[in-house]
């Protein structure tokens, strides 16, 4: 059994947030998809984070995807401590067309990194996630028919897409095998991400490439960065079944900091995996007060997805269908609105070359200020990325996106007699 001493727990969380502080390395020969024998007592960094299955099951906060999926990442290990780095920097030119559209040069950034070790008879892995996405400005870069949040406090966002927290995840999980095939999990963030939704479209290999959230990004995946979290499950095979207490509140437009700690919500999920290719979730949460200029509107929130990956010689594939329904339940006990989101997501890369396409249909009931009428609205995106290596582990991709955008006709007199447009150039550094 392991004894922790204070300088190795803090070197490990040094690791964590520096990993230059350990001996970073390439693992070759190892195939991280292939599911890992099982241990008992304790799991390896082979394995995933919450028991003993491939660790590129592992997604974002305790989210599952495929097994395929490739691992991007620089691996390492230092006295008996073994994690992983990824992140990626973008600087983007962004062109939104019409009335309603603007220009923004910006940069969007992340730097993720695990550090596990066997602890008594289960696995201790610590997770952190930041983001220079502060330095853009509260009011984040222009996406047409993007809602959510505030840039100031006072008036929502509208046609703007907010930027992330420096810090975007900073938790730690302890999980203890019950049998061969079995373990359960204890998920403890601040902030840290809840078991409801699909994996978070930054951590989704069908939609890391495209530089722009979806605009279904809060009907599916934005709870991503909650102030206060502890998740609890058990996995069995290829079944993930866990629940959430967590901080209702979306963050504020105060990027670089904390958010007041609460467990005002709940969710559940149940996650099924029945092949190596396949990851289906079905999850429902009760948010809280989740917008900050709405405080006394709760939502309940239905999701479900299903992603397909498909690893082969040279490149991978990977497609997500994903529908999202969000609930409103007044203070005053009014009936809310009932809004439904889909998003069809696909990315190939084969070689250097990575071609990405997303569209999506939300119905939004924010788009004008002054009415509650919700409207349809509806967007598709083409991608394309070449990636060049620069260095053993990191690459610069060259890519563009471009995004035409379907408005109904009540919404023409805002957004323009013809469907805008939005197209983004831009450069990427990416940990790989």
Known sequence: ????????????????FVPTLAHAQQMPGMDMSQTPKDTMPGMTMSSGTLGAYAMTQDASGTAWQPASTPMQGLMWSSG????????????????????????????????????????????????????????????????????????????????????????????????VPLAPASSAFLYVGFPGEPALGPATFMHRFSAEDDPAAPITHHWLDSTHITFGVVTAGVTHGPLKVEASLFNGREPDQHRWGFQPLRLDSWSTRVTLNPTRDLSFQVSYGHLHSPEQLTPDVNQRRLTASG????????????????????????????????LNAWLLESALAIG???????????????????????????????GYVYDIPVARHVALGLGIQGTVNYVPAPLRAAYGSSDPTGVMPFLRLKIR
């Open 352 to 382: 250097p070359h990575t071609i990405f396409a997303r569209a999506e249909t939300v119905q939004k009931n924010d788009l004008v200020t002054g009415s509650n009428a919700a409207a349809q609205v509806s967007e598709t995106t083409l």
């Open 80 to 175: 008996g401590w073994s994690g992983m780095v990824h992140g990626y920097a973008d600087l983007v030119y962004d062109h939104q067309s019409g009335p309603r559209g603007d220009d923004k040069t910006f940069s969007e950034s992340m730097l993720m990194a695990t550090a596990q070790h066997s602890a008594g008879p289960g696995t201790l892995t610590f997770k952190s996630m930041l983001s220079l996405d502060p330095a853009m400005g509260p009011y984040g870069y222009p996406l047409l028919l993007q809602t959510g949040e505030t840039g100031n406090g006072t008036t929502p966002l509208t046609d703007r897409q907010h930027p992330h927290n420096l810090p975007m995840e900073l938790a730690g999980v302890y999980a």
């Open 1 to 16: 059994m392991p004894r922790f001493t204070r300088p190795t727990l803090v070197r490990a969380l040094l690791c964590a």
């Open 307 to 338: 992603t397909y990956n498909r690893a082969f010689t040279g490149g991978n594939w990977q497609t997500t269908l994903a529908w999202g329904q969000d609930r409103d339940s007044p203070g005053d006990g009014e009936p809310g609105a009932v």
